[in-house]
């Protein structure tokens, strides 16, 4: 079982740059969302699928895209690369959130830098 | 304010002493509550789901409180195997309709030998 695959797991990119971080679950699961995680932040959520064609803003969602044409796959794209989206980043997929209890899966994380 | 808040911690405790986090959360129609736990460097994996009855999992103990909008995660007995950072996830309704996992910042515990 793959589970939740993420890449790459490390990135260095240069301001303005623009790169598209995959992530891919084969647990058919309906939802996925993607998060970054910064020193005494948390996680906070940059964008969210409920299924495919489907996606939504979260908390932070400037600066990145996403699309979702399979259920299988949601990569996230930064657009031009700023020094502000030096962060970990990590993709999470579940199945449908009006399920109860419902648990959510994570891939290992990107940890991207931006000089 | 956030969606969900926690208290960050750190909280060090000795090896064996009991330690409870809160968490409160903004969305009085949220309906599924949960305890995530990361390790350093690690991606979150699911601790326990929160019920509103109260749940026990061995040395865990998750409440809920919905009158107050907060849920509670209670470690017993605690081991060195405890420390890690502990997230509270809250299943809260986008303006569009649509059910977002969201995440407290998180309460790093460290448990002293």
New interface residues.
């Given amino acids: 079982n793959a589970g939740v695959t993420q890449t790459p797991k490390f990135q260095v990119l240069k301001t303005g740059q623009s790169m598209t971080l995959q992530c891919a679950q084969d647990m058919n699961h309906e939802y996925m969302s993607w998060y970054r995680q910064d020193p005494g932040m948390g996680l906070r959520l940059i964008h969210y699928s409920v299924g495919a064609g489907i996606t939504d803003q979260g908390e932070v969602p400037n600066g990145y895209n996403v699309s979702r044409s399979t259920t299988e796959d949601f990569p996230l794209r930064l657009l031009s690369a700023a020094p502000s989206q030096t962060s970990v980043y990590f993709c999470a997929s579940s199945y449908s959130l009006r399920r109860s209890n419902t648990e959510a899966f994570f891939g290992q994380g990107t940890r991207l830098t931006v000089v | 304010r956030k969606e969900v808040e926690?208290d960050?911690g750190p909280f060090n405790v000795p090896e064996g002493a009991t330690v409870a986090f809160n968490c409160t959360y903004s969305n009085s129609a949220s309906q599924?509550f949960?305890w995530?736990r990361q390790d350093c460097r690690?991606?979150?994996?699911?601790l326990m789901?929160v019920?509103s009855s109260g749940n026990e999992d061995g040395r865990f103990t998750a409440q809920l409180n919905r009158a107050s909008q907060y849920i509670s995660l209670l470690i017993r007995d605690s081991k060195l195997s405890d420390s890690a950072t502990y997230?509270c996830?809250v299943?809260l309704i986008?303006n569009?309709g649509?059910?977002?996992?969201?995440?407290?910042?998180?309460t790093r515990l460290t448990i002293i030998p």
């Fill in positions: 926690q960050p599924s949960f995530y690690k991606e979150p994996k699911l789901s019920y997230l996830v299943i986008s569009f649509n059910e977002k996992l969201t995440f407290g910042t998180g």
